[in-house]
């Protein structure tokens, strides 16, 4: 028998309407799944570039301390002399570096030294930065966290070509010739870097202006640098 169909009620039938939805939401979840990679991709590349940050500003700050590092014996809050620069071979709640460096900005003209004393100890994954409002005797600031997901770090000091795991400053010399840190990170990541002692503060190219006086040109500051 043959239905004959009023021009106005031609359309899709429910096969067709099914095969629409059907291709319709394929597109969408392609597109969800897209946009959820986008965001994953987005989140862990953000995620990286402020782990690199975090490394190369940990590394400028320990390259600023150590090559400003000073002869100059302090006193804890007990009054005990603590030797200028005194190093232990790595990772620890307490402080594996203790370094006394001069350059200290003093910005708000407050009656202080330059000379600042800092220490440096690994807590519970994460590498901090101890700073001393004083020279002698005075409580340290709260730390300043440098580096996370940190499982260990290793040093050395150098001093007439040979290697120590420890540096107390023993023999009359006061401060090694270079350090070496080694970091190992949560993920298995390592790296290494060398770092100079005592030979000054080079600064950077954007802060030659500011850093760089008259008195003291920067071939001369390099000379200086080269002697030690």
Known sequence: MTV?????EAGFTLIEVMVSLMIFGMIAAAGVAILSFSVRAQSSTGAKLEDISALTRTMSILSADLAQASNRVTRDEAGTRIPAFVGESGSGVTPMLRLVRAGWSNIDGTARSNLQKVAYR????????????????AQPLPPAALLTRVRQVGLRYRIA???SDRWDGAGGVPLPDAMELRVQRDDGTQFRQMFLVGTGY????????????PATPASQQGASGARN
């Open 122 to 137: 690994v807590d519970a994954g994460t590498l901090q930065r101890i700073a001393y409002p004083m020279i002698d005797g």
């Open 161 to 163: 070509g040979a290697w």
């Open 4 to 8: 004959d169909r009023r021009p106005g």
């Open 202 to 213: 080079t600064p950077m190219p954007a802060d030659v202006g500011e850093a760089a006086s």
